[in-house]
Antibody
Framework: EVQLVQSGAEVKKPGESLRISCKGSGYSFTSYWISWVRQMPGKGLEWMGRIDPSDSYTNYSPSFQGHVSISADKSISTAYLQWSSLKASDTAMYYC????????????WGQGTLVTVSS | DIQMTQSPSSLSASVGDRVTITCRASQGISNSLAWYQQKPGKAPKLLLYAASRLESGVPSRFSGSGSGTDYTLTISSLQPEDFATYYCQHYYSTPYTFGQGTKLEIK
């Protein structure tokens, strides 16, 4: 079974750093891209950026460029989303999702990681 | 960037009704469109891709159509489990963008 399993919920203070993870299983991790999607409380879905785990090539939505960093460790089939300095406005659910070059619909999705940033 | 305008933002319907949700892209996207269903507290689930191709395991009451800039999702006969929020997404080029969502509620 193809699965993406994300790390657990996080509660952080403004200014702190954070890295959340997304582990793929049941498929060849380097054959598919991983995207990250933000969903703020009560709001819609926003694409943040993607990574090709085979060579760690990334590209970001202009809305998120410079605010987050996406990386991957193909040896453990895991992708990451990282912040160096969190803000209260980063409070959201974050999903990872798999897709393939030329076939860029998202399936499956991870279960989501809730990030809460509060002083 | 390509903008996706989805309508309506909410919809009340009854079990057995036929409903249609529309998504309009700000430029042509050559059928590079997916539809997702999201239930409260859950991750989105892929329903259709390439505008009209049904994902494996998705009931045939879901269908998609369209071309160019205009696309529709139709549910032919609503079932109780279909009450959820639906999103369109283009994947024609990055940045990929989603529609604002349509919340389908029980009348």
């Amino acid at each position: 079974e193809v699965q993406l399993v994300q790390s657990g919920a996080e509660v952080k203070k403004p200014g702190e750093s954070l890295r959340i993870s997304c582990k793929g299983s049941g498929y060849s991790f380097t054959s598919y891209w991983i995207s990250w999607v933000r969903q703020m409380p009560g709001k819609g879905l926003e694409w943040m950026g993607r990574i090709d785990p085979s060579d760690s090539y990334t590209n970001y939505s202009p809305s998120f460029q410079g605010h987050v960093s996406i990386s991957a460790d193909k040896s453990i089939s895991t992708a990451y989303l990282q912040w160096s300095s969190l803000k209260a406005s980063d409070t959201a659910m974050y999903y990872c999702a798999r897709h393939q070059a030329g076939y860029n619909w998202f399936d499956p999705w991870g279960q989501g990681t809730l990030v809460t940033v509060s002083s | 960037d390509i903008q996706m305008t989805q309508s309506p933002s909410s919809l009340s319907a009854s079990v057995g009704d036929r409903v249609t949700i529309t998504c309009r892209a700000s430029q042509g996207i050559s059928n590079s469109l997916a539809w997702y269903q999201q239930k409260p507290g859950k991750a989105p689930k892929l329903l259709l891709y390439a505008a009209s191709r049904l994902e494996s395991g998705v009931p045939s009451r879901f269908s998609g159509s369209g071309s160019g800039t205009d696309y529709t999702l139709t549910i032919s006969s609503l079932q109780p489990e279909d009450f959820a929020t639906y999103y369109c997404q283009h994947y024609y080029s990055t940045p990929y963008t989603f529609g604002q969502g349509t919340k389908l509620e029980i009348k």
